[in-house]
């Protein structure tokens, strides 16, 4: 749905998913866990009819030990 279908279907749609695709391998790479930094009874959905989604995703991040080069 965010990209439409048929005639109406996004022209960014391929490089959008490359763009997240590569943001996430880079974050996964740059650390060594992610977790929720609320309980999930915190999170938040969007009120839309026509999408579904989080309003906000807050995330505790932990870089490996020794590793400031990054």
């Known amino acids: 749905l ?9 022209i960014g749609a391929a ?7 590569v943001a996430l391998q ?8 992610l977790e929720l930094a609320v309980d999930d009874s915190a999170l938040r959905h ?4 026509t999408t579904r989604g989080l309003t906000a995703l807050p995330l ?3 870089r490996p030990r ?3 080069a990054r």
């Open 66 to 68: 020794g590793d400031d």
């Open 60 to 62: 505790r991040a932990r």
């Open 15 to 21: 490089l959008a998913r490359r763009e997240l695709l």
């Open 26 to 33: 880079d974050l996964l790479a740059t650390f060594d866990s």
């Open 46 to 49: 969007t009120r839309s009819v």
């Open 2 to 10: 965010t990209f439409g279908a048929g005639i109406h279907h996004c």
